[in-house]
């Protein structure tokens, strides 16, 4: 470097170029082998992963808690202020007192018989260690500052004692102070970091309260399930649910009207904060109706109240306040208790024409019809009948980024404007053309155009990151680069949007096939046989694949019941497994899943379709 420099001084260009040159290549090979080193000494992918990161400058800076402005106190203090300041700006007035809606009671009935009740059974000391066990290494500490790889290492020493706890926690209906304190990290959201508000608080808890809340969250869910307690069209974190299912299932009921000649009117709502305003007083009330024990809602009553939280900012700890309201953010039951939560909100929904499918807090209702009114009409009984839900369960919907959509074929778009003219309260509910659900942009011709855009963008940014990557690390680094953050967002619900028109996917099949030439840069090879030596599918087989993949799940009863209600079996007494392909009236009905997926499962040989696993099936 210093010759380089000398020569550039001495204006000696044609001998600077070469020393350039030659520095340039030093650095290089230098790098490659540090990066190589690092990689192959270490097993653990979390190394490889760091290094690769480091190459393209991926990582983010993370360490900005210093620069944070404000105390730990005043950011604790917004944060558990937040709740009470949404339900305050909501200009609603809430029922002081909640009663529980006969709709619910009568639902709980028609599921539970008279000796059903939800009692949590003691826990086992190898149940103790096979959870404490599976937890990651990398978890990060709550405010006892005990790790969980710490905790794995006494496991011999701790596990009977700790059982001996967790069932007296269990037989006392109590949880113990010290496993509901969390430790509140505060991230921030945007470059500012001076207002509260531009903060997102991640809560972390004790290690030694995950065994204790898994028992009860396994038990609790097996109960719930085995009695259809859950809304069918409820696929937030339950087993077997994805945000695939649920679009799959909102996806080919729209398809399925648009072969009928109908219009869809859809409203996709938004709550305001919905994990941090449950009430503790109202969730315990529907857990009382759902469990039929009051001993199992003692227990989870505890675990609910008195929870306290301190910010840590700057290597300080906040005083501890006193959480009033939410599911426990960073605990185990806190998204299952949320589920029960919501869980009766379809139950309100009095017109028959309208369904409403859940994930968590991403909610939405839609209604099929031949003309437009109709289906105004019924959207604007059912939008009551939510404000009205919401009111007494003291949730607030935001009204400016709930949007609504009517979903028909290309032609009835173009003989007139179809308009929906809905209303909360006093706002107007803004109608798109298209909206991002769970993932996915959902257009309102269902053309997949602004999705596949959306996609090849995020795309294009990793291919550069892995061109950065490709002179510094093997092939191998390479194809796992190219797994996480390229076919992964290919992957990602492909079965909704892959049947999409030639014209719209040739963008991303030219950015999967460059993607090989990054991976493996010989110039001899072709794409395709790059591709047959990386191991890797070429596009569009990669979306059969995957839509096999999700037709043997329902094949073998693996996946949830609403997508299986989609697919017509061939009558058993033929003695086939294959399905009925349903009539198609149009051509845009060919991109259902019922029809896609059942034309890719006919196809298939039937020695493949014999396995048994979904890993022998792959």
Request: with cysteine; glycine share 4%; hydrophobic share 40%.
């Amino acid at each position: 470097m210093k010759t380089r420099n000398k020569l550039k001084k001495e204006k000696k260009f044609e001998d600077y170029k070469r020393q350039r040159n030659k520095v340039t290549n030093l650095v290089r090979a230098a790098k490659k082998a540090y990066f190589e080193k690092l990689i192959s000494h270490n097993k653990d992918t979390s190394f490889l992963w760091r290094a690769m990161n480091e190459i393209t400058h991926k990582s983010r800076n993370k360490s900005v808690s210093c620069e944070i402005k404000g105390s730990p106190n005043s950011f604790n203090e917004h944060f558990l202020s937040v709740s009470e300041s949404i339900l305050k700006s909501a200009d609603n007035s809430f029922c002081e007192v909640y009663e529980i809606s006969p709709l619910l009671e009568q639902f709980c009935q028609d599921r539970l018989s008279s000796t059903d009740s939800f009692t949590v059974p003691p826990i086992a000391v190898h149940e103790v260690g096979m959870y404490i066990s599976h937890l990651k290494n990398k978890k990060s500490m709550g405010p006892d500052n005990v790790s969980s790889y710490l905790l794995k290492l006494a496991l011999p020493y701790v596990v009977e004692s700790l059982t001996y706890v967790y069932n007296l926690c269990i037989q006392q209906n109590t949880f113990p102070p010290a496993l509901k304190a969390a430790k509140v990290i505060p991230l921030p959201k945007a470059k500012d970091l001076s207002d509260p508000n531009d903060f997102r608080p991640i809560s972390l808890l004790s290690i030694l309260t995950k065994p204790l809340e898994r028992h009860i969250h396994r038990h609790l869910t097996q109960f719930i399930e085995d009695r259809n307690l859950f809304h069918p069209f409820q696929s937030g974190f339950r087993q077997r649910h994805s945000c695939h299912t649920a679009l799959i299932r909102v996806c080919d009921t729209w398809l399925a009207a648009i072969n009928q000649a109908q219009l869809t009117g859809a409203v996709f709502l938004d709550l305001k904060k919905a994990f941090d305003l449950v009430d503790h007083t109202i969730l315990l009330q529907k857990l009382a109706i759902y469990l039929q024990n009051p001993s199992a809602v003692s227990l989870l009553k505890s675990f609910l109240h008195n929870r306290t939280q301190s910010v840590f900012l700057n290597g300080n700890y906040s005083t501890e306040g006193v959480v009033k309201c939410g599911v426990p953010q960073g605990s185990v039951l806190g998204p299952l208790l949320f589920n029960i939560f919501i869980n009766d909100l379809p139950l309100h929904i009095t017109n028959s024409k309208v369904v409403c499918d859940l994930f968590a807090d991403d909610n939405s209702i839609h209604s099929c019809g031949t003309d437009v009114e109709s289906i105004q009409c019924c959207l604007q009984e059912s939008l009551n009948d939510v404000s009205k839900w919401c009111h007494q369960n003291r949730m607030v919907i935001h009204p400016g980024k709930t949007k609504s959509m009517v979903v028909a074929a290309r032609q009835k778009h173009q003989l007139k404007p179809l308009m929906l003219k809905l209303t909360l309260g006093t706002d107007i509910v803004e109608q798109v053309r298209e909206h991002r659900v769970l993932g996915v942009t959902l257009d309102e011709e269902l053309k997949w155009q602004s999705h596949i855009d959306n996609v090849c963008k995020q795309l294009a940014r990793n291919l550069f990151l892995l061109g950065q990557l490709k002179p510094y690390v093997s092939t191998d680094c390479r194809k796992m680069f190219f797994k996480a953050h390229i076919l992964a967002h290919i992957n990602y619900a492909s079965t909704v949007w892959s049947s999409a028109s030639e014209v719209h996917i040739k963008k991303l099949n030219s950015l999967h096939r460059r993607a090989a030439k990054l991976m493996l840069p010989d110039r001899s090879l072709s794409t395709s046989a790059k591709l047959k030596a990386l191991e890797i599918l070429p596009l569009r087989e990669q979306f059969v694949y995957n839509t096999a993949v999700l037709m043997f799940k329902v094949h073998m009863g693996l996946a949830p019941q609403y997508v299986c209600d989609l697919l017509n079996r061939a009558p058993a007494r033929y003695g086939s497994n294959k399905y009925v392909l349903p009539r198609t009236r149009v051509d845009l009905y060919k991109t259902s899943f019922a029809f896609s997926g059942s034309s890719v499962w006919n196809s298939l040989p039937p020695k493949i379709k014999m396995y048994k696993s979904v890993r022998g099936f792959k």
